[in-house]
């Protein structure tokens, strides 16, 4: 992995992003992830490299027999900031929330006028998944319910800083801000085992797009580069397996 990955931020939506705080192994100790995943499974039979053609074969027939613990060695944290409706769903992952999360506290720092997510489309109601979206509102009623949502987060905004101004706590002033819509900047940390897990179910089709679009950022941007054979085994095997 490149060194001057850390750090990296990538957009997502109009106003979000991923970022990439740290990784271990650290690209300083001269170790890949790839070989910190070969390294702890050698350890088995306490054995070392066996040159790459075989060290990646060893990779490949871990991920594909499910011995996945030597992929939690490798562990990822990223700076996330996205709007509640992708939150809410990201923390429904539990393999995330053990490996630690820490929040934008919306009782100490005030919103701002544009914290608020304005998709660029509607997507209309999907016919045979009650849970899905499929194809787009077009056109000029599109850009009217756009409109609407944000003159309805001007109004929001505008209730909450006039409570703020009344001495209403930062707590409870919250209450008139769209809550699904606004966003909010989380530190994340998960390990290549977990994050695959993830991947594979938020990268998929039927995830909802304003989680897709974080999930697939951060398997083009960190987690392949950071971890190409892995990444190449994950498309075989978990991506798109053969039966
Ligand atoms: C397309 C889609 C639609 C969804 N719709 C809904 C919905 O309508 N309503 C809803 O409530 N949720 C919904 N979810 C969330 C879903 O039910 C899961 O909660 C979420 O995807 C997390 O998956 P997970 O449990 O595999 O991940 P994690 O919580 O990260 O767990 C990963 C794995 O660790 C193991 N594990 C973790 N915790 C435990 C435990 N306590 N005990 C035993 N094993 C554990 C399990 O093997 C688990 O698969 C949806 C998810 C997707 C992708």
Do not use: C
Not at 30 to 49: C, K, P
Not at 126 to 137: F, L, T
């Amino acid at each position: 992995m490149e060194p001057q990955m850390l750090g990296r931020r990538v957009e997502v939506l109009d106003k979000g992003w991923v970022e990439l705080a740290d990784i271990m192994p650290h690209p300083a100790t001269g170790v890949s992830g790839d070989m910190a995943i070969v390294n702890a499974a050698r350890v088995s039979f306490l054995g070392e490299s066996k040159g790459e053609q075989a060290d990646k074969k060893l990779l490949f027939y871990l991920l594909r027999h499910a011995h996945t613990s030597p992929f939690e060695m490798v562990e990822f944290k990223f700076r996330v900031r996205a709007p509640l409706i992708t939150w809410w769903q990201w923390v429904r992952h539990r393999t995330f929330h053990f490996q630690s999360v820490n929040a934008q506290s919306g009782r100490y720092t005030p919103f701002e006028e544009d914290d608020f997510y304005v998709p660029s489309v509607w997507r209309k109601q999907a016919k045979s998944n009650k849970q899905a979206s499929e194809g787009e509102i077009e056109g000029e009623v599109n850009e009217a319910f756009l409109q609407q949502l944000v003159a309805h987060y001007e109004q929001s905004h505008k209730l909450y800083a006039n409570a703020l101004e009344n001495g209403v706590s930062k707590e409870m002033a919250r209450l008139f801000l769209p809550g699904f819509s606004v966003y909010y900047t989380w530190v994340i940390k998960v390990d290549a085992h977990n994050l695959m897990g993830w991947l594979k179910l938020r990268m998929a089709s039927d995830a909802q797009y304003e989680i897709r679009v974080y999930a697939d950022a951060i398997y083009e941007h960190f987690f392949k580069p950071a971890l190409p054979w892995t990444a190449e085994a994950f498309e075989t095997y978990i991506l798109n397996p053969q039966p």
